[in-house]
């Protein structure tokens, strides 16, 4: 069965600090990920993805995503913290192969919270 | 250019009354999705429809249906509201049916049953 995992139900960061997103993944076969974004009472706004290539993903807002084959995880990571990349952050797959069941299977979600 | 745009924004119903919910996709875009966020929680999958058929469905009752038109907007529609309803449902729209393809949501409708 596909799964995403978020290990951290909220991560706190001063502003201007890097920050580390973490997400891991289980499905069978080779995946594709993304990551989105979720302001309060908004729709979730695409960040970013990995289908294939350069395992470095640069995003969208200067996020960026590093894919790891070998322990099946997919970070998010910002060099510089802004307090307005404040939000709740959402980690998904989908299977390659995945015939006619193309659902996003999506990851509990990341709290982030930047502090000025 | 117009995103996804879903109506109402907000709705308060009464357990077993019906809902409906609208999606309109961005321009171009053939196939749309259904999910289903209860606070605290991921989205879970409902519905997919790609070029006006059903291409998945998610572990959700038959009270959830939903359709999509020729001019590719979609309806999800809800009968027997049951109190756990209550969520945020999104639609979200891609361009095409491949899996490397991400989805654009809309902003959803955010149901209340009581």
């Known amino acids: 069965a596909q799964s995403v995992a978020q290990p951290e139900d909220q991560v706190n960061v001063a502003e201007g600090n890097p920050l580390t997103v973490k997400c891991t993944y289980s499905?069978?076969?080779?995946?594709?990920l993304f990551w989105y974004v979720q302001y309060p009472n908004r729709g979730l706004q695409f960040l970013l993805k990995?289908?294939?290539?350069d395992n470095l993903v640069k995003g969208s807002y200067g996020f960026e995503a590093e894919f790891n084959k070998s322990q099946t995880s997919f970070h998010l990571k910002k060099p510089s913290a802004l307090v307005s990349d404040s939000a709740l952050y959402f980690c998904?797959?989908?299977?390659?192969?995945?015939?006619?069941?193309?659902?996003?299977?999506w990851g509990l979600g990341t709290s982030l919270a930047v502090n000025p | 250019d117009a995103g996804v745009t879903q109506s109402p924004t907000h709705l308060i119903k009464t357990r077993g009354q019906h809902v409906t919910l609208r999606c309109s996709p961005i321009?171009?875009?053939?196939?749309v999705s259904w999910y289903q966020q209860v606070l605290g929680q991921g989205p879970q999958f409902i519905f997919q429809?790609?070029?006006?058929?059903?291409?998945g469905r998610g572990n959700f009752p038959d009270r959830f249906s939903a359709r999509q038109f020729p001019n590719y907007s979609s309806e999800l529609n809800v009968n027997a509201l049951l109190l756990g309803d209550s969520a945020l449902y999104l639609c979200?729209?891609?361009?095409?049916?491949?899996?490397?393809?991400?989805?654009?949501f809309g902003q959803g409708t955010r149901l209340t049953v009581v």
């Open positions: 499905v069978s076969g080779n995946p594709y």
């Open positions: 979200a729209s891609s361009l095409v049916w491949q899996t490397n393809t991400e989805a654009f």
């Open positions: 990995y289908i294939t290539g």
């Open positions: 321009s171009g875009h053939k196939s």
């Open positions: 429809y790609y070029e006006k058929e059903e291409r």
């Open positions: 998904a797959v989908r299977r390659y192969n995945a015939g006619n069941n193309r659902k996003l299977i």
